[in-house]
């Protein structure tokens, strides 16, 4: 495949408002980018067929730390690539990035700890040899969250539908299930199609879905190829910090961060970041505030699958596994 050009200024503005809200009507993606909405779909078609941008819908992390389990795995440098393409294959390892320490997963398990445990018994009855696991103790950010920051502040308000508020009562845990599986295969479903698999009117298909989003069950949203937007290098950050929950709701304010975990171990903060040189980290770090000791970075060499979408050396997605843990 041919390396893919940049973004244009309007297809940034594009994919942030689609980040914001993966399902507005391209009328109020054309009001906010100021494009007329014949414009807007035919550039998102357009980058959505060199597969440079994909739609998502994705747990956040108060659904996460509801119902799910994660580890992040390190395995041993030098793993054969052919068994790191057997794990980005399992629909439970949820990113595989390769690092300078070697090859970084990020493992879920909804049936508790024990059934981690089972996780890392059949990564390793795969051929590979896990290093190191930190089991998380909260996911403070991830992937789906992070912005391009393409749109003014004003753009940004028109793009959401309502302004904040209290969030409504969310669905129960079976039904945002549910509505998960259906929206995770296209996340622009138009309601009468989500009524059809779900069984319900589409009234209560569209009350769902909204609530679920409201609620923050659910993150419907946009994934690009990050070195066509301008963000060919990455890092992930170790770190100690006096309050660790406070450091880490700090590093997610970051711009360039987009993951962001408490682990159990002895440098509890797991930071990815996103830059596009190396020599940003260090005002990355000085960023992040005072009472932060960054123990260790690893650069990250490729990004092989986020958030289940296969990605190739480009950092575009060429597949997809759909996420079941």
Request: glycine share 8%; proline share 6%.
């Amino acid at each position: 495949m041919s390396v893919p050009h940049g973004f244009s200024e309007l297809d940034l503005a594009i994919l942030h408002a689609l980040q914001i809200d993966g399902r507005a009507p391209w009328t109020r993606i054309a009001s906010a980018v100021g494009a007329d909405a014949a414009t807007v779909a035919r550039h998102w078609q357009a980058m959505a067929e060199q597969s440079l941008a994909w739609l998502t819908a994705w747990p956040t992390p108060e659904r996460w730390s509801a119902s799910t389990d994660v580890a992040v795995v390190l395995l041993e440098p030098g793993t054969a690539v052919s068994i790191v393409g057997d794990l980005a294959a399992l629909p439970w390892v949820l990113s595989v990035d390769e690092t300078s320490a070697g090859a970084l997963l990020l493992v879920a398990a909804a049936g508790g700890l024990p059934m981690l445990g089972a996780r890392m018994r059949e990564v390793e009855g795969r051929g590979a040899v896990v290093r190191r696991m930190d089991v998380a103790a909260a996911i403070v950010a991830e992937d789906s969250g992070w912005r391009l920051r393409a749109l003014s502040r004003s753009q940004e308000r028109l793009m959401r539908d309502a302004p904040p508020g209290d969030r409504p009562r969310p669905p129960r845990p079976e039904i945002v299930a549910e509505l998960a599986a259906v929206l995770e295969a296209d996340p622009r479903l138009p309601a009468a199609a989500i009524a059809a698999q779900l069984g319900v009117s589409e009234a209560t298909a569209r009350r769902t879905v909204d609530r679920a989003i409201a609620s923050g069950q659910i993150r419907v949203g946009c994934d690009v190829a990050m070195p066509a937007a301008g963000y060919r290098r990455g890092a992930v950050l170790w770190a100690r910090a006096t309050d660790p929950e406070q450091a880490a709701i700090r590093a997610a304010r970051l711009p360039e961060t987009h993951r962001v975990g408490i682990l159990v171990g002895a440098a509890p903060l797991y930071v990815g970041v996103r830059a596009r040189s190396l020599t940003a980290l260090a005002a990355i770090e000085a960023a992040w505030g005072e009472g932060v000791d960054v123990t260790d970075r690893w650069t990250v060499l490729r990004a092989r699958k986020r958030n289940g979408h296969l990605l190739d050396e480009q950092g575009r997605s060429v597949g997809r596994v759909p996420p079941r843990w």
